[in-house]
């Protein structure tokens, strides 16, 4: 499983685009970018799964470049309530699909 | 609120003791997780279940650890003679194979262990 860099943690303002970047430098081919929000005293949310370019939901974006060593979450316009841990999540489609969580981002977002 | 639901929601036991806890997932999903955190750390795999099948297990469950899913429905986490390092949130979640979002799983709001 690729091994995954993100910023330990961002502060930001109400109604600004935030964007989170993830570096994962041993990608493999057949590994899926996932990203994942936790507020406290909750269980991880499920936001995005990405393979590569760019995926868009109702929440986020998620941009992939063509060498997928790196992707960005991109929240647009925060809210207080999107304070919260964002964790980057690689791997790949195998048997188990069990998530490999890293120390996340912290998110402060300020009135 | 996503569906998983964990029971309790908190325990506090002493060293020694041992401790059970209980997931029931989203009724039609298949697959079970359970996962254990610790203070600023991210969620850490314990073991899985495909339908009442546990097959695989992390390094990280000893043998003080079991887990069941009897009938492929709820499951069941003991731990037996806790010790102060198995002070954690165990969190319980599940997903549904051949969706079209194999990392998807909702996750349940925990119960969190302490051990005096």
């Known amino acids: 499983l690729a091994k995954t860099t993100q910023p330990i943690s961002m502060d930001s303002y109400e109604g600004q685009e935030v964007n989170i970047t993830c570096s994962h430098n041993?990608?493999?081919?057949?590994?899926?970018i996932t990203w994942y929000q936790q507020f406290p005293s909750q269980g991880p949310r499920f936001i995005i799964q990405?393979?590569?370019t760019k995926v868009t939901n109702e929440v986020a974006s998620l941009f992939i470049p063509a060498d997928r060593k790196s992707s960005t979450l991109s929240l647009p316009r925060v809210s207080l309530s999107d304070t919260a841990v964002y964790y980057c999540?690689?791997?790949?489609?195998?048997?188990?699909?069990?998530?490999?969580f890293g120390s996340g981002t912290r998110l402060l977002v300020r009135p | 609120d996503t569906g998983v639901s964990q029971d309790p929601r908190h325990k506090i036991t002493k060293r020694g003791q041992n401790v059970t806890f209980r997931c029931d997932p989203i009724s039609e999903h298949n697959r079970l997780y359970w996962y254990r955190q610790t203070l600023g750390q991210g969620p850490e795999f314990l073991t899985y279940f495909q339908n009442e099948a546990q097959l695989e297990k992390s390094r990280l469950l000893s043998d003080r650890f079991s887990a069941e899913r009897p009938k492929g429905s709820f499951s069941t986490l003991e731990i037996q003679r806790t010790e102060q390092g198995d002070s954690a949130m165990y969190l319980c979640?599940?997903?549904?194979?051949?969706?079209?979002?194999?990392?998807?799983?909702?996750f349940g709001p925990g119960t969190r262990l302490t051990v005096t």
């Open positions: 999540l690689v791997g790949r489609m195998d048997s188990s699909y069990k998530l490999i």
């Open positions: 041993n990608i493999a081919t057949n590994d899926y």
């Open positions: 990405g393979y590569k």
């Open positions: 979640a599940s997903s549904l194979t051949g969706t079209s979002g194999p990392y998807e799983q909702y």
